[in-house]
């Protein structure tokens, strides 16, 4: 078949409060760009009935729909990963289905891409989230553009617009735990950001908890830079040195006036505090470490229960392809 000149991915994760009005908008939206689409969603274990409602979806427009089930939840990320795999469109737009980044947006960004630029990124106009998130999220990146090179404003934002060519890299990378638009960044030779309209979930509740934030940005920064342990190494000397100092001063005290009893909770506040140090490395050290353990185990990054697709050449009714692929 001929690739259409436009693939939509977008994970899916128990929404099915906010599924119809994402069909409403998302495929008008389409529609008038006037090209040839497809949409592809990513099931990710969803445990309500989202699952049934893109079947029934895919049955209203198997033409211009796929629809990948996961046989368990594997995480947004690994969700789009898996969808980029079944992309055929020329371009690629991920997108959230929550509808806080609104579909009319994509037009924007292959505007953009018809400029000659092979990725483009978003940021949020007008957020629409709590303070404490847009906060956090500045910490992060402003965390981030010092220990890597990536320069994103924005982040968190998942709509965000792809050359075939920049997929196709992206596809060929193995990694079990990545961070897809920084992993874009650095495979781009022109890429480039626009401004989009942020709205208030349409529906169901965020699936990021702080944790999650945390995990998240612990995989970027462990997978993109080795700063970290740089930084780590060099705050160890530093701390050394000053602890050499600090033992001498304390020997040349002894010497002059003698035992003390008094500065024995200093010491012990002193010590707790390099014991904190060395912790905080330790565990950084066993985030690069299981890393590699994860990925030395080779195991499928995702199982995928089924796939609906419209059979190559079937224009009236959907063919539904059962498969396991990683």
Known sequence: MTAPDLSVVIPVYNEEAGLQALFD?????????????????????????????????????????????????????????????????????????????????????????????????????????STFRRWTSRLMNWVRERITRIRMTDQGCMLRAYSRQIVDTINSCREVNTFIPALAFTFAQRPTEVEVAHEERAAGETKYSIYKLIRLNFD???????????????????????????????????????????????????????????LFGIGLLGEYVGRIYEQVRQRPRYLIEAVLEQADGERAAGDLKARRVV
Do not use: W
């Open 25 to 129: 908008r998302l495929y008008p939206a389409l529609d008038a760009l006037a090209i040839r689409y497809e949409v592809i969603f990513v099931n990710d274990g969803s445990s309500d009935r989202s699952a049934a409602i893109l079947a029934g979806q895919f049955s209203k427009r198997p033409d211009t729909t796929r629809v990948i089930l996961f046989n368990g939840n594997y995480g947004q990320h690994l969700a789009i990963m898996a969808g980029f795999m079944h992309t055929r469109g020329n371009r690629v737009v991920s997108l959230d289905a929550d509808l806080q980044n609104p579909p009319e947006e994509i037009g924007k960004l292959l505007a953009k891409m018809d400029e000659g630029y092979d990725y483009v990124g978003t940021i949020r106009r007008q957020r629409q989230d």
């Open 220 to 278: 970027l920064v462990t997978g993109f830079s080795l700063v970290p342990l740089q930084t780590f190494s060099l705050a160890g000397i530093a701390i050394s040195l000053v602890s050499l100092v600090f033992v001498v001063v304390l020997a040349i005290r002894r010497l002059i006036v003698g035992p003390e009893a008094e500065g024995l909770f200093t010491l012990f506040g002193i010590a707790f505090f390099l014991i904190g140090i060395a």
